[in-house]
């Protein structure tokens, strides 16, 4: 499957965005879909996912109740609405998808990455 993740971009703090991800060349409803982040010197890190059966969502403590995570299995999309940014989600945005089940935040558990999208958040 590949990915194509868009919608990042400038903000102040404070304000919000809402990231896409749309899937293709697979069954995307057969897919578990993560959001991962990485900041320059710093590692990948977990944002969030969402199931590929019943919708079940997992955040990180960093962003839990200021993200969202959902997805539209007509559309092929995932989506991320980040509110409350701060300056330290400034980071490029991934998305991810993996075939098993469950919901994981494990970033060697996702086997198909986009090409990730540039989220900056100014103080």
């Known amino acids: 499957v590949q990915l194509q993740a868009s919608g990042g971009g400038l903000v102040l703090a404070g304000g919000s965005l809402r990231l896409s991800c749309l899937a293709s060349?697979?069954?995307?409803?057969?897919?578990?879909m993560g959001w991962f982040r990485q900041a320059p010197g710093k590692e990948r890190e977990f944002v969030a996912c969402i199931s590929r059966s019943d919708g079940s969502t997992y955040y990180a403590d960093s962003v839990k109740g200021r993200f969202t995570i959902s997805r539209d299995n007509a559309k092929n999309m995932v989506f991320l609405q980040m509110s409350s940014l701060k300056p330290e989600d400034t980071a490029v945005y991934y998305c991810a998808a993996d075939s098993t089940w469950g919901v994981v935040d494990a970033a060697n558990e996702y086997n198909y990455w986009g090409q990730g999208t540039q989220v900056t958040v100014s103080s």
């Open positions: 060349g697979g069954t995307f409803s057969r897919y578990r």
